[in-house]
């Protein structure tokens, strides 16, 4: 059903909440965004094969994910503040580890950590977002996850340049003790909303009733969700991860190109633009779904992606297409993190809504198995373009699946919200008469 306006919160109370939790996720996004910088730099050093180094990233990304539904319920029962406080420790410790790591079992221990100290952060403030602004659900949470997804925007330069000069294991500890303390510090500000500080939206339909995990673990919609989380989020993981190994095989991670004004190698433009556009897109699309609908965005931003894809299989030799066709995928990539979540809080209501995306949040997880896979398929075929029309097709999967099968068993759910509500409350009507 779709809900009514209600009671509205003063405006500073939750924009700040808002604010204090994209600082924490600006602080905790270098552990996934800069890895990329830091895998060259450890198999050069090291003499180790890539698709070792990159299991790290892996373990990180499933402890992140898989551990989110634990998180959600630590979140309900501790509050924001203690969970997010938690993270920034764990955040921060996690590149000192990989600082003073002398074998692959130091970066994976330093994953696992990392896995937590994101996976506290990162749950909790959307969480957070989602709570605050069910009015203004989709840009709320594309702002949150913007922070994340381009928060590494300033720190890209700053991260490549310190590993020229002084080796990744001072890059590692220096950025963590950053990163691990900004967080500590804005999660002072954090806090739930209370029962009257939130107004619900009269655009999109928000089911009032609020489903348990369990109960949301037993309709169809959520497996539906889960199936299209997994298709889009594999080809933006696989892009985040290995670009700047995607960028050494086609030729072009060394390439400078001019743009008269400055000159740059291409892979770190790339990484800067994507980082940009990442983050754009997380808050602009969720303010377009708040107008238009979640599913025919999704539609849109996801047969984006696909085209993408496979542009850049095609035409990624070239610099400057490379560039510009990893900066699309980034764009339609970034938004999956405000579309899901806000779906979900839209499906079964925002009271579980923290365990419930938690385990929505899992097709992360499984994603990053692929990540590995990605990299086996590349050295059997000796090409990228079969890895990424694979993952293209993916896309163009779910974007059709948001039409043709989402948007009406969304319908239908609503509906029969709608009527069981109508029922009890016409029983209640004869029970007082």
């Not at 990299?375 to 974007?399: C, F, K, P, R």
Request: proline share 3%.
């Amino acid at each position: 059903m779709v809900a009514q306006a209600g009671s509205s919160p003063a405006p500073s109370v939750r924009w700040l909440q808002l604010i204090a939790g994209i600082v924490c996720m600006v602080a905790a996004a270098n552990i996934q965004y800069s890895w990329t910088l830091f895998v060259p730099e450890i198999q050069n050093a090291n003499g180790w094969t890539r698709a070792s180094i990159q299991v790290a990233f892996t373990i990180f990304a499933v402890v992140q994910t898989w551990l989110t539904p634990i998180e959600g319920y630590f979140i309900d029962k501790y509050g924001p503040r203690a969970v997010v406080l938690v993270g920034g420790l764990f955040t921060g410790l996690s590149w000192v580890i990989n600082s003073y790591a002398t074998s692959l079992t130091g970066f994976y221990v330093g994953a696992v950590i990392g896995g937590i100290g994101v996976g506290c952060v990162y749950s909790t403030c959307v969480n957070s977002a989602l709570k605050w602004f069910p009015d203004k659900r989709g840009l709320a949470v594309g702002l949150m996850a913007a922070g994340y997804g381009s928060g590494t925007v300033f720190t890209i330069i700053p991260i490549a340049n310190m590993l020229k000069t002084s080796g990744y294991s001072a890059t590692f500890f220096t950025f963590g003790l950053i990163q691990g303390a900004i967080i500590l510090l804005a999660a002072g500000f954090l806090r739930a909303p209370g029962n009257t500080e939130v107004v619900y939206s009269s655009n999109v339909a928000q089911s009032r009733r609020d489903y348990t995990l369990g109960e949301a673990l037993r309709t169809p919609v959520f497996y539906v969700m889960l199936g299209m989380f997994i298709c889009t989020v594999t080809g933006g993981l696989m892009a985040v991860a290995q670009l700047g190994v995607i960028a050494e095989d086609l030729g072009v991670k060394k390439v400078e190109v001019n743009l008269y004004f400055f000159a740059m190698a291409a892979l770190p433009f790339a990484l800067m633009l994507d980082r940009i556009l990442n983050g754009f897109s997380r808050p602009f699309f969720g303010w377009i779904s708040d107008h238009i609908g979640r599913e025919k965005t999704m539609f849109f931003a996801f047969a984006m992606e696909g085209i993408g894809i496979i542009a850049l299989g095609t035409f990624g030799h070239n610099p400057w297409a490379f560039i510009i066709l990893s900066g699309v995928v980034f764009l339609a990539w970034g938004e999956v993190y405000s579309l899901f979540s806000a779906t979900a809080a839209d499906t079964f209501s925002s009271k579980h809504v923290g365990k419930i995306y938690g385990v929505l949040y899992c097709a992360k997880g499984v994603a990053a198995l692929l990540v590995p896979v990605a990299n086996l398929i590349m050295e059997a075929t000796g090409s990228w373009a079969t890895v990424l029309y694979l993952v293209a097709a993916m896309d163009m999967t779910a974007a059709f699946a948001a039409l043709f099968v989402l948007k009406p068993m969304l319908a239908r759910h609503h509906r029969l919200n709608a009527e069981a509500a109508n029922a009890t409350q016409q029983r209640e009507a004869i029970a007082r008469a």
